[in-house]
């Protein structure tokens, strides 16, 4: 019903609530039907005079309570009635979003979920077996999974020097608590990815980052800070970094890697967005394997909940300790999932994931360059998010706080920030369980929000 105008003098509620109710009334009433679309909260807007982000909280206000949804590129539509007011409350269905987990979006496909089921039934024919301990590293058979897909990288290493691990994280900690000792120096990128601050939070390391430009950390800078800092390692996220989603080219990492050789400064590589785009430069470990802890984990290109990574460390004597010490703290990855991981690489499913993953993530992608300023933001078209440097009149926890008050999660630069003052920015992220619709919903008010103040926003609460 386009032409739907409701009567806002009717209530004496936050304007935002009584567009909710009316629209609850007038499905009540027969004046909308299921099925009617309602007016663009552009033009609702402008034909009520009052705000967009009103007409926006409305809407999503009445899609909480079940009573319409948004459909990406069609608009909102009514699909049920109010609830009684005497039942026993149901969950309502939420457009509120998460956009604070960098994950790549789910498969919706029937045909590849089918696919992924059968290959987890396929590994559970030797479920048995997979439920015994194993030898710490990975099977033979896991092994020469690994090494195929680490191949697509143009990685050779032999099978010695290849270990599948319970997820990268343990494999990140395992190899900065054989590097260095608490208390001592271990370089990164000035804005670098939260886990690896947690990571040296938790071994009592100094993290320091190092100047950044659009290629990636400063090779000058990184050799100063070998000659004043003695560092222990050089950590890097080097392909689609999260969160500024930039990727170091070729001509710079190889500057990089020849500063570390100079220095002797060994590299840790968090190649997790890695095997993303088709045709990237080749890893460090590629470059200077001599040098390189290369952590490949799967979570990013297949999904979060497969925790493996497959990690090649710089020679044969270097994986005893690390083995010992990922040992101590893990026993060993998951052989269930490990066999899961390997059947998906070696019947094509995993590269079928591949493939959707980098489709989906330009999709979105393309709806961000569609409806958010123009220069607003940094970004991939095969990154998961967006790096969002806020404009003048914004704090970053303004901002995370009014994203936050429609429930729509996004992170401050804080939680990336390893050297220097935290920058007035915020990462978003586009992937996760979260729908093309519910993205376009996020990003249509989180452009409205960057194109007004905060006084703005919120005095039409």
């Keep these: 019903m386009a032409d739907w105008t409701p009567d806002l003098s009717r209530s004496d509620k936050p304007r935002y609530l009584a567009i909710a109710d009316l629209i609850g009334e007038d499905i009540r009433s027969g ?45 909102t539509f009514v699909v049920g009635a109010p609830r009684p007011k005497t039942r026993a409350a149901t969950p309502a ?11 790549p979006p789910e498969p919706d496909d029937p045909a590849l979920i089918a696919r992924m089921q059968e290959g987890l039934a396929e590994v559970a024919r030797d479920l048995v077996a997979l439920l015994r301990y194993q030898g710490f590293g990975g099977t033979r058979a896991d092994k020469d999974a ?21 997820g990268a994280h343990p494999a990140l900690l395992g190899i900065l608590g054989h590097l260095a000792r608490p208390g001592e120096c271990v370089l990164c990128e000035a804005i670098t990815y939260p886990g690896a601050r947690a990571i040296a939070a938790q071994l009592g ?22 000659r004043t800092l003695a560092p222990k390692a050089l950590y890097l996220n080097p392909t689609l970094q999260n969160p500024t989603t930039l990727t170091i080219p070729e001509a710079r990492r190889a500057a990089i890697a020849q500063v570390a050789r100079r220095f002797g400064v060994p590299i840790v590589e968090d190649d997790a967005y890695g095997f993303i785009p088709p045709h990237g430069p080749p890893p460090l470990a590629a470059i200077a394997p001599d040098l390189t802890w290369h ?25 005893y300790p690390f083995a010992a010490a990922l040992r101590t703290a893990s026993v060993m990855a998951s052989p269930l999932t490990a066999a899961l991981a390997t059947r998906w690489i070696e019947d094509g499913t995993a590269d079928t994931l591949l493939r959707f993953i980098r489709a989906e993530t330009q999709a979105r992608q393309a709806l961000a360059a569609e409806i958010l300023p123009a220069g607003s933001f940094r970004a991939d078209p095969l990154a998961f998010n967006l790096w969002i440097e806020l404009p003048a009149a914004w704090t970053r926890s303004a901002f995370v706080g009014h994203m936050r008050s429609t429930g729509i999660g996004v992170v401050a630069s804080d939680a990336f920030t390893a050297g220097g003052p935290a920058r007035e920015a915020v ?4 992937g996760g369980p979260a729908s093309r619709a519910q993205i376009r919903s996020a990003l249509d008010y989180i452009a409205h929000a960057l194109e007004q103040s905060p ?4 005095s039409v609460m």
């Design 205 to 226: 390391l100094k993290l320091h980052g190092l100047p950044m430009d659009l290629e990636g950390i400063d090779p000058d800078a990184f050799a100063q800070a070998c």
């Design 455 to 458: 006084e703005a926003v919120s």
């Design 31 to 75: 004046r909308l039907a299921i099925g009617d679309r309602l007016p663009p909260q552009r033009k609702l807007a402008s034909r009520l005079d009052i705000d967009f982000t009103t007409v926006a909280r409305g809407y999503v206000e009445a899609q909480k309570r079940g009573l319409v949804e948004s459909r990406v590129g069609q608009g």
């Design 427 to 430: 990462r978003v992220c586009l």
């Design 146 to 166: 690994a090494s195929a897909w680490l191949g697509r990288r143009a990685m050779v290493p032999s099978q010695e020097r290849i270990f599948v691990t319970p």
């Design 93 to 103: 269905r939420s457009t509120a979003v998460d956009l604070s987990m960098n994950l």
């Design 295 to 319: 952590v490949a984990g799967l979570a990013k290109c297949i999904g979060a909940g497969l925790r493996t990574a497959y990690v090649v460390v710089p020679d044969t004597r270097a994986g």
